[in-house]
């Protein structure tokens, strides 16, 4: 497939300039990861991508993270699990020994997840994901119940390693109401960070500037950089 490198570098170009003018409007010390989500794309632009500086990349499905992180095996890639995962994929998943799994939507699949741990001797870096707009399409935990959810799971599930938490904006025109649902899961976050969570994923290709303004500092960013 032929790779128009230098579409991808402007475009990586721009969103890397977006998130620094967010940043620093937050505080010159407020630092903000980028995971390049590459479902939408192959493993070809995802290489290139690394060429380009990128280190981390996230997919939302089990069985394609296993194709591509197999098929760039050669490059030191720090792969990011984002979307919903299955219980039936738990085993799969560990496999492929993922830097963080961002979808961990309760404590039913913690301790599903946690039997395989313990099995395997193993630990996951995990964040709680928290559907902050309450809506029925996306999983995670609702966040009134999140902080109580979150203790839980690190006084249950040694072997998860939670990090902090993660969510996708409200869908939604609104504004309003996709910052709302920033605030709420950075609020959460902020109680959390007693318990340790360092890391507040959330902000997507069309909310990532707001998200960060709302205190993200983890942003997942897809179309903006491969459609
Ligand atoms: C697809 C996806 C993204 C990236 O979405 P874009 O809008 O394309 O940037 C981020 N997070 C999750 C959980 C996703 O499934």
Not at 68 to 75: I, M, N, T, V
Not at 95 to 123: C, F, K, N, Y
């Amino acid at each position: 497939m032929h790779i128009d490198t230098e579409k991808l570098r402007s475009r990586l170009d721009r969103v890397i300039w977006n998130i620094e003018a967010a940043r620093l409007k937050v505080n010159a010390h407020h630092i903000v990861h980028m995971v390049g989500v590459s479902k939408y794309t192959d493993v070809d632009h995802i290489a290139a991508l690394y060429r380009l500086g990128q280190r981390a990349f996230g997919e939302n499905q089990v069985q394609q993270l296993k194709v591509r992180s197999h098929a760039l095996d050669a490059l030191p890639i720090e792969w990011h699990m984002i979307g919903t995962l299955q219980k039936n994929k738990i085993t799969a998943l560990l496999d492929l020994r993922p830097a963080l799994l961002h979808s961990l939507d309760g404590i039913a699949l913690a301790e599903a997840l946690h039997t395989r741990l313990e099995s395997r001797d193993t630990a996951l870096a995990c964040l709680l994901q928290i559907n902050a707009a309450g809506e029925a399409s996306k999983s995670g935990v609702a966040p009134d119940a999140a902080v109580d959810v979150y203790q839980e799971i690190r006084e249950r599930f040694p072997r998860i390693e939670l990090k902090g938490v993660m969510t996708i904006g409200a869908h939604s025109e609104d504004h309003a109401l996709v910052r709302k649902s920033f605030e709420t899961t950075h609020a959460v976050y902020t109680q959390l960070q007693h318990d340790g969570a360092h890391i507040c994923s959330m902000g997507m290709s069309g909310d990532y500037p707001l998200a960060i303004a709302c205190g993200s500092n983890m942003v997942r960013i897809g179309s903006a950089l491969f459609r």
